[in-house]
């Protein structure tokens, strides 16, 4: 200001060249620029260079962890730029929930990254908006609870699973494996029971080649090039890795196209065998909202199997892995799994019996915090909050991480510790800041099923199993730091699973 004021006074003393009048002119638009920016405060942050913005100042291979540490210095809202592109952070429980579901609405939009644009076309749930989003969100949640999500009829299916699963681990005799094969197709034949209403064997070429596209796509999807197609699509062109992604997710949704073909051809009104079936009986009684068709159909199935399948099978490959790392927490799960369920198959019913092992998956899925920044939201319009102004269609990270290890929230938060979740008498106590899940209008569609995945394959794998390290490797050389892919993951290791004596 004092600056302004001195260049005014000395240029009104003496003749106004045009210069000067210039001068003054873009002197006052800055400075009126900066107040009205006063009035409606941005969230802070660090400087941003130009073209990189802050990533410089973050490490790509753990930005959640650069995005806590960030939010130290800047508070819990605050301004990142990634690349040229502006992101708001939310940071902590008590601001993330009080952004997504206090403000469910304004922080309820899916930001669509240029990548999933090109793969979905709006079409689907995960990378959808609007009317698109709303009728296939509306119609999974409604089939999926008719088919028993959470319920009697999914158990069954998981439970038939789980015979599966324990089979393969058995053929290993006690010697140490990768665990993430064998899991992977377990819990991806559960969206196919659950979405085309039968599973697949494991051995089944048509079965291993949909596994492995998909693990291939999420690889590739979150391989270095398509980053930087995501964040500067305009300077870094669609690449070879654009191509044969782009081919194989095509691939895939006509996969898909041909298993809901057949699945149409056999259809019976009355009895609805899985989602797609749903959709055709739905369909036929005169559903007729022009957002319900067969091509959001299509890419609402591929959505379950990448949205459902590598979440839970990595969360459930850190409860086992957590296991080898702490015998001692493995033996009390162990001893009250034999004491209350004996030696008949666990079900959903013994999980109230069970407040030590329900805790140790709680804090599993805490300590694992596989999806760290959740999935970029955007906000629906300008909004005023927190002290902060933030314009509609504004970039949102729900920083998950923060919310799962708030040291407000947690009294380790650090460190694998089942009493999070146990009160002095060992009774089972929910915490508000467990949220992997995320939380408000977006908040994930599978959560009630993933939650009756995980315990039922983690009792019945326990239960029959002793779970430990390979030969010659000492727990403390199990390492907790997460390997970063589409989800993060525990690092390449193998387990021996041991057949326990007192199991069915
Ligand atoms: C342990 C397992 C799982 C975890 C940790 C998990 C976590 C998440 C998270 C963090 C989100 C993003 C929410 C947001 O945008 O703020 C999400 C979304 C979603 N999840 Fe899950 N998920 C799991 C299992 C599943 C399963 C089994 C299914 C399928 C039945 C599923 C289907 C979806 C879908 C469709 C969305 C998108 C919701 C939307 O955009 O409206 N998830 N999940
Ligand atoms: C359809 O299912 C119902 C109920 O299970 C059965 O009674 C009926 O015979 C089936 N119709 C056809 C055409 O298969």
Known sequence: MALVAGLLLSDVSTTMSLGAVLLILVLYLLYSGTSSQKAQKEPPGPKPLPLLGNLLQMDLRRVHESLCDLSKKYGSVFTVYFG????????????????????????????????????????????????????????????????????????????????????????????????????????????????????????????????????????????????????????????????????????????????????????????????????????????????????????????????????????????????????????????????????????????????????????????????????????TCDIQFEGFFIKKGTSVIPLLTSVLKDENEWESPDKFNPAHFLDEDGHFVKSDAFMPFSAGRRVCLGESLAKMELFLFFTSLLQYFQFTPPPGVSEDQLDLTPSVGFTLNPSPHELCAVRRNRSP
């Open 84 to 379: 040229s592109k502006k992101v708001v952070v939310l940071a902590g429980y008590k601001t993330v929930k009080h952004a997504l579901v206090n403000y469910a609405d304004v922080f309820g939009g899916r930001d669509i990254p240029p990548l999933y644009h090109d793969l979905a076309n709006g079409y689907g749930i995960l990378w959808a908006n609007g009317g698109n989003w709303k009728v296939m969100r509306r119609f999974a949640l409604a089939a999926l609870r008719d088919l028993g999500m959470g319920k009697r009829n999914s158990e069954e299916k998981i439970i038939e699973e789980t015979h599966y699963l324990k089979d393969v681990f058995e053929k290993f005799e006690g010697k140490s494996f990768d665990t993430t094969h064998p899991v992977n197709v377990a819990i991806s034949n559960i969206i196919c029971a659950i979405t085309f209403g039968n599973r697949f064997d494991y051995e089944d070429p048509k079965f291993k080649l949909m596994v492995n596209r998909g693990n291939e796509n999420m690889k590739n999807a979150v391989s270095i090039p398509l980053q930087l197609y995501n964040m500067f699509p305009k300077i870094f062109p669609r690449t070879r890795n654009w191509k044969e992604l782009v081919n194989n997710v095509d691939n895939t949704v006509n996969e898909m196209q041909q298993i809901c073909n057949s699945l149409k051809e056999t259809l019976n009104l009355s009895v609805s065998r899985g989602l797609i079936d749903s959709f055709f009986i739905r369909k036929a009684l005169g559903e007729n909202d022009v957002h319900f068709h067969e091509k959001n159909l299509l890419f609402t199935v591929s959505n379950l199997f990448i949205a459902g399948t590598d979440t839970t099978s990595t969360t459930l490959r850190w409860g086992l892995f957590f296991m080898a790392k702490y015998p001692l927490i493995q033996a009390k799960v162990q001893e009250e799994i034999d004491r209350v369920v004996g030696s008949r198959l666990p079900v959903m019913e013994d999980r109230k019996n069970l407040p030590y092992t329900d805790a140790v998956i709680h804090e599993t899925q805490r300590l694992a915090n596989i999806v760290p920044m959740s999935l970029p939201h955007i906000t």
